[in-house]
């Protein structure tokens, strides 16, 4: 701290007086180095805190960073496992649509094949129907013609019978 003093010139001031600046002087001095040596403490406490602020930020911005790559990884590594999954399921989808689609075209293939025999019987069925019924229809025409003919030669050779009174 400093303190206010006169300086007095030699011729000024005595041996009493020389003494007694001396000792004001030196106090001054000490006074002084004092001060130096508390402001360079608290100065290098100042660079201490600072560097140890600028340690932790540093520490805290290394440790974000690593939390930050963490879970970015993590959220890669999820998705890709999502990606998976998910080409899985359009895999397993596309498996049982394919073959849910080959069975559909085999059932469409048998229900066709059953139809087309079907078809093919119920002609068969009806040829041989149409066959007998032509058959059965000759056999009745030649039938009503024998028996057309026997009418007729019985209406021939019987008078016709007689009609009695009443």
């Known amino acids: 701290m400093p303190s206010t003093m006169k300086i007095k010139t030699k011729s000024q001031t005595s041996s009493g007086e020389d003494g007694e600046l001396m000792f004001l002087a030196q106090t001054e001095i000490r006074h002084l180095k004092q001060t130096i040596a508390v402001l360079r403490d608290e100065l290098e406490a100042s660079h201490f805190q600072k560097d140890k ?4 930020a540093v520490s805290q ?18 998705f890709e496992m999502s990606l998976a999954q998910k080409d899985d399921v ?10 849910e689609m080959a069975l559909l075209k085999e059932t469409i293939q048998a229900l066709r094949d059953a139809l087309e025999k079907v078809k093919l019987d ?6 041989a129907l149409h066959t007998k019924t032509r058959g059965e229809i000759s056999q009745l025409q030649g039938t ?20 009695g009174k009443k």
Request: net charge positive; charged share 30%; glycine share 0%.
């Open 53 to 56: 602020a600028e340690q932790n």
């Open 61 to 78: 911005f290394h440790d974000e960073m690593h939390q930050l790559k963490n879970t970015i990884t993590a959220l890669r590594d999820k």
């Open 122 to 127: 119920s002609e068969h069925y009806l040829q």
């Open 144 to 163: 009503i013609k024998a028996l057309r003919k026997e009418l007729e030669m019985a209406t021939r050779a019987k008078p016709a019978p007689k009609r």
């Open 90 to 99: 359009i895999q397993n989808i596309t498996a049982n649509s394919s073959s």
